[in-house]
């Protein structure tokens, strides 16, 4: 957890840049579940921005089908190009990016339909666990959000990184509980976003403060800084069970300047009762 990689994979902005991604590498070392899983589980990555988590959880299973929202359409072209551009085919068939923006709206059905979340245990064989067949035609990579005739009975894994914190406080509740129901039983979210006193919560000025712990950039977004309670209460909350929560912290210094970085991030592993 200490790993001076998590620095050097973290690409901190929540929506898109210019360039090619900062490959959040460290993900398949805090998260091997992403690596050691069934062949065709499926992941959900929420807030996808410029790919640095998609692409580092390609590379990383060939055999992993990749689910990817964002509320930005110009985000998702820049991924869809991004990963594209990495010349690997397979990356094309696995990777399925749609625009949806969690935090005002449910994610479509055709991820996990209303008789599936009732009873998903039951009836995934009748949904296209495979990520193949009939309904294939609507998931593709330009992703209407059209309904198909079922769903493709939720997904494995949920990857929440460095999005929520975006989120007013008040909407996170319902975002948490949308993610909780796309996943299978047995389903876990991982986690990762700011944490209480990270370098950029104290570089923040007094009128940029919008709420507790909750601030405004000057791109107009939100910065909220988690503390282990607030994160426990709110997963915990929409029904998670807590397997891992804990505070990352890393320091390092600007070899030009000299200056220390102290960064503090919130790592958590949840899941899905079965």
């Given at each position: ?5 998590l ?11 210019t ?23 499926k ?14 959880i ?17 985000a ?13 085919v ?7 990016p ?14 996990a ?90 570089r ?21 800084f ?14 998670f ?10 320091k ?17 592993k949840?899941?899905?009762p079965?």
């Amino acid at each position: 957890m200490k790993s001076i990689m998590l620095l050097l994979g973290l690409m901190h902005g929540t929506h898109f840049t210019t360039g090619m991604p900062l490959e959040r590498r460290y993900l398949l070392e805090e998260f091997p579940e992403l690596v050691n899983c069934k062949e065709n589980s499926k992941v959900l990555e929420v807030g996808c921005g410029n790919g640095s988590t998609v692409l580092p959880i390609l590379r990383g299973n060939e055999n992993i089908i990749v689910y990817a929202c964002d509320c930005s359409n110009e985000a998702l072209e820049r991924v869809k190009e991004t990963v594209y551009a990495s010349n690997k085919v397979s990356f094309e068939h696995r990777f399925h990016p749609f625009c949806c923006d969690f935090s005002v709206t449910v994610f479509p059905t055709w991820l996990a339909c209303n008789p599936c979340q009732e009873n998903i245990a039951q009836t995934q064989q009748l949904c296209f666990s495979d990520g193949r067949g009939k309904s294939q035609k609507n998931l593709n990579d330009s992703y209407s959000l059209s309904e198909s005739r079922c769903c493709i009975g939720g997904v494995d894994f949920v990857t929440l990184i460095f999005t929520l914190s975006a989120l007013p406080l008040h909407r996170m509740p319902e975002s948490i509980k949308e993610c909780f129901s796309v996943l299978k039983p047995g389903g876990l979210l991982f986690f990762r976003d700011y944490g209480l006193y990270d370098m950029s919560m104290l570089r923040f000025e007094i009128d940029k403060r919008v709420g507790f712990r909750e601030y405004m950039r000057s791109d107009g977004t939100r910065s909220y800084f988690f503390c282990l309670d607030t994160v426990r209460n709110l997963f915990v909350g929409a029904g998670f069970t807590e397997l891992e929560l804990e505070y990352c912290c890393v320091k390092s210094v600007n070899r030009r300047n000299g200056k220390s970085m102290r960064r503090v991030w919130v790592h958590g592993k949840f899941q899905k009762p079965v």
